[in-house]
Structures are given as structure tokens and as C-alpha cells.
RNA sequence: GCCCGGGUGGUGAAAUUGGUAAACACAAGGGACUUAAAAUCCCUCGCUUAACAGCUUACGGGUUCGAUUCCCGUCCCGGGCACCA
């Protein structure tokens, strides 16, 4: 054995004897528990970053626990290959982003296997593969053919000048990030997947993911947001036709009676289509002229405090209403400026502007005003809202800003049961709280929530203008992408027979590989080689479809085709039984990003995947039996800002940073020049900000065990982790010194390990005791608390502790054999490849990884006497020892009868005496 | 803006079911060894105080014998918001 820890030899050597004995190597084994391990798979983005070394030394350390504790463990590894940044680069270097993906790959496949991760490779897989986007575009078809896929017009950001769709990402402060001209919404036709259809399902399952952190299924919960309210509908009254509830017949023409009658509620009835606006060629504006404007509330409480509705810009009432008038028409044009993030429409000011049409309220009969508001979303719910300016926030500054008026109609009792004051002046949260019961409102005063928007559903019903209804704040998911790094989507578009799924046989619909990327427009739409093609229903001269699918969707099924990627002829098969058995993947990991999109599209797809029979007669409902969220693991950015005022983003390693006396940064400058850069906010590592740190150098300098030793010791893995390499160096001093303990005891010989603390003088039967303690915190830490950085640790202090005890003799030899291999045995999850070295140096012959992890000898726990804390009015004032079976009376009278105790009650009689069994004695006088 | 988290020494953190706040490390300071350096080992290390002791878990309240932990409010930081992945 050498005297010294040289990672540099010993890791590559353990890789080599796992690779030889394919250790890593998962075969289906029904005589065995399986143990699938998941971790989220990188997107290839040139090199590893920290919070992939930390997701997957999670998941390597979770998978090799397991195995030693006898289960069938499966650790797969692949890439989520297709997305965005491949363009951007094929933009900026000119390398197709097939070519640019695949040697990312092959790069990042090297660093993870450096790191000594025992995943099984004969199963990696890549999204951007025809063998893999194979199956998606086929199940794609089925879900179109079953009608879980439809099309309809969904709202993008639009690049006036890139002639060019952006994503939100790429729109910043309202412009282009390439073009810098202002965006535009503007509508185009897209497929949706029906995850709405889902919702119900999803929403209840939430309730059985009892492996999943509490805070994931609440997010996921309130993203669905079931609420059950109020559809009703406000009859419209043209101008200089009050009182009536049709279309005038200036205004729409050759319309008859029969025709406006069909045309009539728009949008359409509720019913799952009701929001879809099929197709483009709805030009026919006047023919969808609606006479009732209908609208939504989870609020039908506070229906008689509507004052005015408003309405999306491209409603088709707000439409109509500009015809006459130029300066609305002006206001929806400025309505469309702007993206379509969600965020960027809840930050910005709430502008309207009135139509000049009314409505008449149902209930009241009075007239309330048509505004066009710039929050209203055309695209969730009906496009229309009520306005109850007394009880909602938004609406009470909208109405203050333009003069509408302001009506109470809820109230609330305040302290000591007076009436709450209500003022039109100023904004309170009681005003929007559900405590109250209604006021001014008629036939409905004193009526608290529930009773009230019963009896006003009910009165809407008797009038036919509304009903309860559910609604769900989940919406369909668009998957159209008029991208080309992406996976086709297989349809064809036939002039005679409409869109037509690409037939079983023609499938794969292949991406070409070699394109120009220009940044403008798809370039799968300037190849006729790509979109020429026959009508697979007659045969004529079609075009195929040139969008490509949300990449969403590859990552949704990924998991479940690790069970045979190597399948060409079905999407899964019968292995997906075995590793999906019980429940599904046993841990998946990764980033708390990813708490909504991706697991709920993953929820969602393998519910598709089940209702189209792949499963058979495995129940799988659920992919993901545990989930673990590891926390972002952050950095500072930093940028400048060029002539145009872009920003380019600068990597931390190329910047100096400058702190005050108490660390906080006060200014930074670049490495290279001198000059200072700006200190932007600390970030999840991302390629778009520049600021991911490589672990190659720290992987380079200390060894690979280091590195997975250092990030699982820096914190607790579902907490957020702001990078610094302070304290790599105390991992790696920590793994030296353990060598040299295994060595020293090596050199003077090994022997058998102790099996049992009889005879063993106190200070190593304590020693012993401690071993004991720390084999069931570890195994606990592991297995049951996924905290890693305690377990470690746990065995410094064993290890310190080991230190400190006198083991020259037989026993004490014995007892080190013990603590040595145990503590080895532990950390090897962790620290595998020093771990296989030394496990092999104390057990000749033996194989670390294939040792079954040590157990807690329960004899070794016990103890004869016990240290109590003593407090006297909850303060700590000293301590007792207590025989381990002495019972409360005995420790109240020692804990009295104790010296500091006397002294503290100052002669005062006990009140009280608490005793915690095993911890404390709390005396209060 | 909305939804979900987080905030404990100079730093990363620990305290698992309401029961000793700061385990285990890093950094720093002092010492030993050495011609010297590195490495290694030992000691000190939340704040106030000469000491006794008092104070301390972002801030302000509350519940409790006892609160980092539970409740209410405030501030700050991070994640997500449907086309980054």
C-alpha cells in the first residue's frame, strides 16, 4: 500500500475495474428489488457545471447505497439534445448544431465518466436521434388521431424585424435581443396537446406523490388552480339599438336571422373546445358578432358591485367597437406591443380605454360600459372579465385611474363587532376577503360567500344567462415551435384532405442535419427537399408540416424508454414492467426549477402513454415514486453593456471581485483588462448568463472524489448552494488523513474486526458505542433523509473520535479493523474510488462496492448511565447523570438535590418540574 | 404582479417529533516541528464583560415551562410564471 493519497493514479485504475467487471451494468433480474435511480438529464451545452456534478453525485451516491444494500440498481445517463442554444451557436460559429450537439456530447460524456458515476451507458440515449424522436412523432400521431392533438391559434412574440418568432428569453425589456426592434404579439396557428383533459387526474394524484417535497405538489396544485365559480353572460347592447340583444342589421350585413342565432354566443359554449379557435381563415369577423359577452368569476358574490367589463384587445367585441373609431383602433395596435410573458402582462400598467358599447347586467338590468383593457388575456378563460372595482385591487386602481365608479358591496365586522369602514380613496385587503357577507346588493344583503354565490348562480340559471362552473387555470399546451433544432412534427398538410398525421410507415419523419442558420425565420420552411411532399390519403401534391415540437416533449418519456432504447420496432416494451414495477422510477433527482414544466408534462405523458395501451397490464399512473429537488446551485453574474446597450455576460472566473470589511462585494472588475464590469444578481448557473463554473479544474487538481466529496459536504442537497470553492481543500486534507489512518493501521497488520463490545475496556466500548451510533445516523442519512453533508460529518467525527482513543492492544487492534472498514464502507458512496483502493488494502481480495453496508450492532448502543441537561426556568445551568432506567421521581430529586440548581431557584419552591426523557430536566420555580 | 422556497458566527453549515444554538468543516490568530518552506500536529475562535453573568438564529409581535423549529406581520434574497432547459 502506498504512504501516500495520489488520486491521480488510484481513480482512473478503480474506473478501469468497474469497467472491466461492468459494475455499472443494470440487466432485468426478477429475483432481485430493483432500485431505479433517475437523475435529470443535462442539456448539452459544452461542459458540465456544478449543479450537474451535484444532481449526479445525488443520484451516484443514492444508486450505490442501494446496491450495497442488495438492490438491482439502475443508473441511466442521456441528452436532452435538442433546444435553443444550438442554433445560437451554429449562429455564432457556424457549426450545424447537429455537429455542435454531438461533440458537446462526447465532451461531457468524458467529464462524467472522470467522476467515476456507475451509470449504465449500454442504455444512453440522445433526443436528437431519428431512433428516438421516432416514437414521439408516432405517438404523436395516435394522440391526434384520438383528438388529445389539435390545432389552433396561439400568441407568440414577434420580431418585426428578424421576420423571426423569439422566446420569451429571448425578448428583453420589450425588444428583440437580436434586432433590438420592439415585439409584437401576434397570433398564429399551433398544436396543442390536451393536458386540460388531464387536469382532474392530475391534480388528484398530487394527494398520493407522498415521496414528493410538500412545497413541489403545492406549486403543481396551485399551477392547475381548480376553481369552482360563475360562467354568465352580460346581454350586449349596440349603439343606438339599447335594448336590444342583436346585431344590428347595419353592422352585419346579409347575416340571417338563422345565421346570427349560430354565430350568436360568443366565444363558444363551455365544453372543453370552447376556447379553440379553429384554423386562420375565421375571417368572417361580423358573422362571429357576439350578443352576449360572456365571462368568468370565482366572485359571483360581489356581482352587484360590477360597474363596467373589459375586454382583450383582440376580442371580437373589441374589434367591432373600433371600426368607428380610430383612436380605440390606435390603442389595440398598442395593445400588441410587448411580449408574451406572463410576468412582463402582471408587472405593467394597467391601461383601457372604453368601447362606447354596453351591456346590460344580468341581474340589475343596468347598463355597464365595454372597456378594452391591456390585462385581459384573450387566450385564458373568455377573454372578458367583470370589473367589481370594490373588491378586487386591480380593478379598484383601474377604476380610481379613469374616474369609474367604485360600489361596496361586501362587509365585514371589526373589532369589538362594529360595521368596517369602506373608502373609495383607498385600497384595503379586507375589501377583497372572502369573511364578509354582502351589502347593498338587494335581495342578497347578509349573505356570507358561499350562501350568496349559490343564490345569485341559481338566479342566472332561472334566467339562462350562467351557470356553477369549474374552471381550471391550466391551459392546453402549445407545442408548435417554428424552430428547426427540434423534432418535426409529423403532418402533413394536404390541400384536399386538410392535415393529415404522417402514416406509421413514413415515420420517422427525419430532421435534415445539414442547414444554414440564419436567425431569421425556420430554415426547415426555405427547404422544398424537406417540405415537398405526396399526400399519404390521395396521393396529391402536399406540404409537410415545418414546425418542430416544444422540447418539453422529448424529456416527458425519456425516463421510460431507458428501459430499451435499443428497441427499433415499439416505443417501450415488457422491460418498462420490471424498472417501472412498484410504483414507477424509485428516485428521480433534480433541479427545483423544474417543479412545475417538466414533471407535469412528464405526469401528463405518461397518462397519454398509459390510456394509448402501452403499458399493458402494468398500473402505472405515476412516473416518479420520490422525488428529490435538489436546490439551484447559484453564482454571481456579471456584465457590461456594449454600444446598443446589450448586455454581454462575463464568467465569474474572469472576474476580480472587491468586498468591504464585512464581504459584501462593492464593485468588480475583468481580470484581463482592469476595468470594471457590473455586479449583476447571483443566479442558478446558466449558459445564458455566463456565469456556470467548470468543475474540470477542481476535478484536474484534487481528483474526482474530492470534488463529489466537497459539493455533497458544502450543504444539504434541496438547498439552494451559492458556489465557492473555499473548503475543497479541507475535503481534500480529510481524504489524505483518512488514507494515512488506513495506512498506519495497515502497516502494523490487519486482523480480524471486532464483532462485539463484551470485554472491551470503557473508553473502547465508548469508541465502539459511537461506531454504532454513526452506522444508523449514516444509513439514516441516506436512505431516509437524503442528507448527505450530516452523514459526512458523522464519520469525521467517529474518525476524530478513533483519534483520540488508545487501540494499541488486541482489542483495540480489532476495534480499529472495525472503525476503519465500516467508516471506509460509508463513505463509499461518496468517495468511491478511495474507497475502493482502501476497502481493499483492510480486506484483501474484496470488492468495496459489492460489500453489503455495515448494520448497526444494537448490543454496542447500550449504556448504563445518562447525561441530563438540567435548566432551571428553561436555562441551562448545568447537568446530571442518571442511572438508564431511573425513573421521574428519582431524576426530580436528583435534579433538585443538584448544587447549581439550589443556587438558581434562589430558595423559591419548585412550580414545576419537565422531564424529557433521555434529555432534559427543566425546573421551574 | 401571482405561486413556491430561504434568511443561524468572518464563511459553508448542524440542531431529525417544540427540549443543551453554533456539531462537522473552512478561514483567521497563536504555538510545535523544520536551516527554510510545504505538509503535519496542538491551542484559541458568536457578541458584551475583569469576572459573575447577560445577550444572540433577518426584523417586530404572539403561543409555551421551554421556540432556529409553531402562529401573525414586515424587510431582504432565490426559483417558477406556460417559447431557457
Redesign the pocket.
Known sequence: MPEKYHPAELEPAAQQHWEQTAAARAVEDTTRPKYYCLSMFP?PSGKLHMGHVRNYTIGDVLSRFHTMLGYNVLQPMGW?A????AENAAMQNNVPPAAWTYQNIEYMKKQLKSLGFAIDWQRELATCTPQYYHWEQWLFTRLYEKGLVYKKL?T??WDPVDQT??????VIDGCGWRSGAPVEKREIP?YYMKITAYAEELLAELDNLSGWP??VR??QK??I?KSVGVRFAFPVVYPGKAGTNLPSPALSPGLSPKGREEASDFPLPQGEGSREREGVGGEGGEAALPDKLWVFTTRADTIMGVTFCAVAAEHPLAAHAAKNNPQLAAFIEECKQGG????DL??MEKKGMPTGIFVTHPLTGEQVEVWVGNYVLMGYGEGAVMAVPGHDERDFHFAQKYGLPIQQVIGEKGEGGSEKGFSTEAWEDWYASKEGYCVNSGKYNGLAYEAAVDAIAADLAAKGLGEKKVQF???D??I????YWGCPIPIIHCPTCGDVPVPDDQLPVVLPENVEITGAGSPLARMPEFYECTCPLCGGKARRETDTM???VE?SWYFLRYCCPDNATAMVDERVHYWFGNGGVDQYIGG???????LLYSRFWTKLMRDVGLFGDLKLDEPFKNLLTQG?V?APTFYRENAEGKKQWINPAEVDLKTDER?RPVGATLKADGQPVIIG????M?K?KNNGVDPQALIDQYGADTARLFIM????PD????W?D??V???F??L??LWKAVFEHVQVGIVAACTSSDGLPGAQADLRRKLHQTIA?VT??YGR?K?F??A??AV??LL?AA?RTELAGATGRALAQEVLEAAVLMLFPIVPHIGQALYGYLQPGADAGKTVFPKCDESALKQDEL?L?L?V????RGAIRVGATADKATIEAAALANEAAQKFMEGKPAK?V?V?PG??V?I?V
Open positions: 442539456y436532452d435538442f433546444g435553443m442554444p396561439g407568440v412574440n418568432v423569439l422566446a420569451n428569453e429571448q399551433m410538500e412545497q403545492l406549486m396551485n399551477w388552480g408574451v410573458a406572463e410576468a402582471a408587472t387555470r391550466l391551459r399546451w402549445g408548435s415551435r417554428q424552430r416544444d422540447t418539453f424529456s427545483i426549477e423544474h417543479a412545475i414544466l417538466h439551484m447559484v464581504g444578481g447571483t443566479e442558478k446558466a445564458s459536504f458544502a450543504s444539504p438547498q439552494s448552494l451559492e465557492s473555499a473548503g481543500e479541507g475535503g486534507r480529510f489524505r488523513r445516523k439514516d442519512d433523509r442528507q453533508n450530516t459526512i460529518a469525521m467525527e476524530n483519534d447525561e441537561v435548566q426556568n428553561g436555562k441551562l414545576k419537565v424529557v434529555r432534559l427543566n421551574v
